[in-house]
């Protein structure tokens, strides 16, 4: 088994990247609500995974997480998506071995069970879709794609509703979203959703209207998959910032606060959608806020010494 995978109880997790770069935000911008000072005391670690540059930009990963789980293979995201018009984005337009790599990892097309978007921005559902001819189809054909049902009407555009993105999610919906929605493989589900023994999926609303969060609880294992809750571990030493992409700011504040503390007390590991290096982080509390106490096993050099506790410097 390689160190990409991890068993945690009875499920075993896969994790399956896609992108790996900047985002052409400066760490400031990306996480605007977060101190410079705490960027500039932990830059140390935080190059090159999560900061690089000069100037700096905040680099991210767009990753696929494959849980299998009572025999069934689970899909956590789909990431961005091959020949999906992106403006702006590093993913405009992209080419990559995404359904290749997939493979590698053991899974094809047609084994997927399920498909869990945390939320419906670009770069969390770009592969439900494959591009066949001029239409857009599923690319899991026999998977069942759960979809929190505020998030759906939220970014239907039959609804009409305003995005602090302005158009910066323009397209997703008719190009990743209906397509599967029209072919019936939908499940649209509301304050929760039992997956099996082992998983269950929350509403976890702030970054968007019904963005949520996946956990696991097999054995004596804990992890909680967050989505963008966090987008930087920066949010994890000030609970409080925001990304830049938060629509309602106030409920994006408690959700992570609530989230975190509930890894915290229970010693479960934080997967959030866009971290590289090992991808999970083990946090405590601490006075008032938290700190990352270590890091998965996963692939990559670890961003900080295994072990460590990071905290805010002064």
């Not at 995974?49 to 990963?61: I, N, Q, S």
């Not at 397209?171 to 304050?191: I, K, M, N, Q, T």
Request: charged share 20%; with cysteine; net charge negative.
């Amino acid at each position: 088994m390689d160190n990409d995978t991890i068993e945690w109880g009875d499920v075993t997790v896969t994790r399956v990247r896609e992108f790996q770069g900047p985002v052409g935000r400066g760490p400031h911008d990306f996480v605007p609500g977060s101190s410079e000072d705490v960027w500039a005391a932990q830059e140390h670690w935080l190059r090159p995974e999560f900061v690089d540059g000069e100037p700096p930009l905040a680099r991210v990963t767009l990753q696929t997480w494959v849980l299998r789980s009572e025999g069934r293979v689970i899909l956590v995201d789909t990431g961005a998506g091959n020949r999906k018009a992106r403006p702006g984005m590093p993913w405009d337009q992209q080419e990559t071995a995404f359904l290749e790599d997939l493979a590698r990892a053991g899974v094809r097309p047609e084994d997927v069970d399920l498909v869990v978007n945390t939320h419906l921005h670009g770069d969390h559902v770009g592969w439900n879709t494959r591009l066949d001819g001029d239409a857009w189809v599923p690319t899991f054909p026999r998977a069942r794609y759960l979809i929190n049902r505020s998030e759906f009407d939220f970014w239907n555009p039959a609804n009409g509703h305003v995005s602090v993105l302005g158009d910066g999610n323009a397209g997703v919906f008719e190009d990743s979203v209906a397509p599967v929605h029209e072919a019936g493989l939908v499940d649209l589900w509301e304050d929760g959703h039992r997956i099996d023994a082992h998983l269950r999926l929350d509403l976890a609303a702030g970054h968007t209207p019904g963005s949520s969060v996946l956990t696991l609880v097999s054995g004596g294992d804990r992890a909680v998959f967050v989505g963008d809750l966090l987008h930087s571990p920066v949010q994890v030493l000030e609970p409080d910032a925001n990304s830049c992409f938060c629509e309602d700011a106030a409920q994006a504040r408690a959700t992570r606060r609530r989230v975190l503390g509930w890894a915290a007390d229970h010693g479960g590991l934080v997967v959030p959608a866009h971290f590289g290096s090992h991808g999970a982080l083990e946090v405590v509390r601490d006075a008032g806020a938290f700190a990352i106490k270590g890091w998965a096993p996963f692939a990559a050099g670890a961003p900080a010494a295994a072990g460590a506790v990071a905290r805010v410097a002064g």
